[in-house]
Structures are given as C-alpha cells and as structure tokens.
C-alpha cells in the first residue's frame, strides 16, 4: 500500500526511536510520502534523528516550537525542499518543566506552567498560524497533534500537562473552523493511549498508569506503532472530512465505565 504517495510534510518531535513521531516518520516513509524532519536543535545534537534523516534520505530542520522565527524558517525550509506547498504536518511536542520538577498540581511554579503551556499547546498555534500566513499547506492538507484525556478527565500525576492538552484541544477546534473555510485543511487531534516514551516516562505513576489502562481498554492499550498507522490515515485522501475532532486511539478505553473483569475483581475484594 501507498497510501501517502505523492503527499509530503513536516514530522515534529521525533526524539529516538520510542518516540511516537519516530513510528509515523517510518510509517509515513513506507506508505511513500517525502517528509522533512524536525526537532530541537539540543535534542538533534544530542539524539539519532540525524542518523535517521542520513539513513532514509530525509532534510532536517531544527526548530523549537516555541519561537516564530524558527517556525517561520522551518516552513520556509521545508516550502524549498518540496518545491512549494506540502500536505500534512504532525505536531508531536509535549514537556512540562513541573512535570519534570516534580511541583504537585496544588503548588505549580508558574513561571514553569507558561512554559508547559508554550511548548505543548501554543506552540501549536505557532505553528497553524505560520503554515497559514504562509500558505504553506495544498488544499485539503491535514495537521494531526498529539493529546492526552488527561484535558477532559482527571489522571493523577498528568499535573499542568493535562490544562495544557485542553488548550490545544481548544486550539485545534478554533483553528479548524478558520483554515477549513480558507484552505479545506483539516486540523484534529489525536487522544493516545499511555505509551512508553521518553516523554511518558517523565509523567509520574506512568507504569501504573500503563497498566490500569491496559487493563481498563477492552483492545488493550494502542502502541506508538498502531498510533502511527491510525495517523497516516488522517493524513491520506480517505478523511478529508474529518475535522475539529478529538479522535481516540486508545484501546476503547475512553469510552469504559466498568468492565466485566474488573466487576468480578471488585466482586471478590467485597465479598
Ligand atoms: N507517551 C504517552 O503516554 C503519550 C500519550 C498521549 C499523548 N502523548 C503526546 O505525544 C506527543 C509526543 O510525545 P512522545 O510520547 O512521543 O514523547 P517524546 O519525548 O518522544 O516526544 C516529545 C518531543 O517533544 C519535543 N520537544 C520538546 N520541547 C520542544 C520544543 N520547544 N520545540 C520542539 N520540540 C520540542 C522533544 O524534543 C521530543 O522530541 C506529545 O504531545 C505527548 O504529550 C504522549
């Protein structure tokens, strides 16, 4: 199957390879799209995407997201390399300095909260609003961000990142209903099962978390590769309709209240 032939875009945040951008860059390769290839400068100096951008023939372009001068030449970059407008993009970018800090919900350090929020969701709009000033997408282009359902239910240990997920979950919806109308470019985000990345493991209880969802998800949690087949559907021709959604891919979990299993476990522990 070929079912990014002919498309080209933009990966954000592929770190190494347990990244989820890591899977849909060689996903995206597979299925024949041209693709540039992004990330901090720090974590390309320090990290293999260089050597993975070498071995597929792939033009890196470092950039923090953040910072509209870098985003302004990112697209700028990638306009030259694919020789005009391109197709889709993946914002794949998450961090949260209180996270990493480890500062409790009830006592964030806010200078930390604006910039888990400038990383993981305005970076966002940063980018939507270059791509679309620039005109930087074809029509019927697709951008696809990562989230969490950290931004509509409670996760203990998800802490700033989980304001952060519904902003840019709010973000993606005002932003779809600006670039759908312009541009027919759909914009959704997709809501990710826990998964054992560099960024998931920064989340505290992650390993709990890991199992009570797997637990919890009638299909069982979705890895980083069955992420990265789910989004390069949204990138393909077949969901050009598809917008301002927040799309699950999470096992089912999402849509759990109580499971047979778990009414038998908690069946034994009244008794
Ligand atoms: N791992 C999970 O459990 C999980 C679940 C749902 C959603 N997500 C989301 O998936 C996305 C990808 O995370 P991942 O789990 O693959 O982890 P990861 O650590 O591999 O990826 C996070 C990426 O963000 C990049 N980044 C951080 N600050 C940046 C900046 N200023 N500019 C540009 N890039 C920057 C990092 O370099 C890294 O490549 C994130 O949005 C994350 O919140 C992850």
Excluded at 136 to 152: C, D, H
Aim: glycine share 8%; with cysteine; net charge negative.
């Amino acid at each position: 199957m070929e079912l990014l032939k002919g498309k080209k875009g933009i990966i954000t945040g592929a770190l190494n390879d347990k990244s989820i951008a890591w899977k849909v860059a060689e996903r995206a390769l597979a299925e024949g799209a041209d693709i540039v290839l992004t990330n901090t400068a720090l974590s390309l100096r320090m990290g293999p995407l260089q050597e993975f951008a070498d071995a597929h023939g792939c033009k890196v372009i470092a950039a923090d997201a953040t910072n509209l001068e870098e985003l302004a030449a990112l697209v700028d970059g990638a306009m030259e390399h694919f020789g005009g407008p391109f197709d889709f993009v993946l914002h794949s970018i998450g961090m949260s300095p209180n996270v990493r800090k480890n500062k409790p919900y009830e006592a964030l350090n806010y200078d930390f909260l604006n910039k888990t929020l400038d990383i993981s969701a305005l970076s966002f709009h940063k980018l939507l609003h270059t791509l679309y000033t620039k005109d930087a997408l074809r029509e019927w282009g697709s951008v696809v961000a990562l989230t969490y359902i950290a931004a509509e239910r409670t996760f203990v240990g998800y802490n700033d990142m989980a304001d952060a997920k519904a902003l840019l979950q709010s973000i993606t919806r005002s932003f779809g209903a600006i670039y759908g109308p312009a541009r027919h470019v759909r914009i959704n985000t997709v809501s990710q099962s826990p998964t054992a990345t560099t960024a998931g493991q920064g989340i505290a209880g992650m390993e709990d978390m890991l199992k009570y969802a797997e637990r919890m998800s009638p299909l069982g949690n979705a890895t980083a590769d069955d992420c990265a087949d789910y989004i390069v559907t949204l990138f393909s021709d077949y969901t050009r309709k598809v917008t301002m959604q927040n799309l699950y891919h999470d096992g089912g979990f999402s849509s759990v209240g109580l499971t047979a299993a778990e009414a038998a476990t908690f069946q034994e522990e009244v008794r």
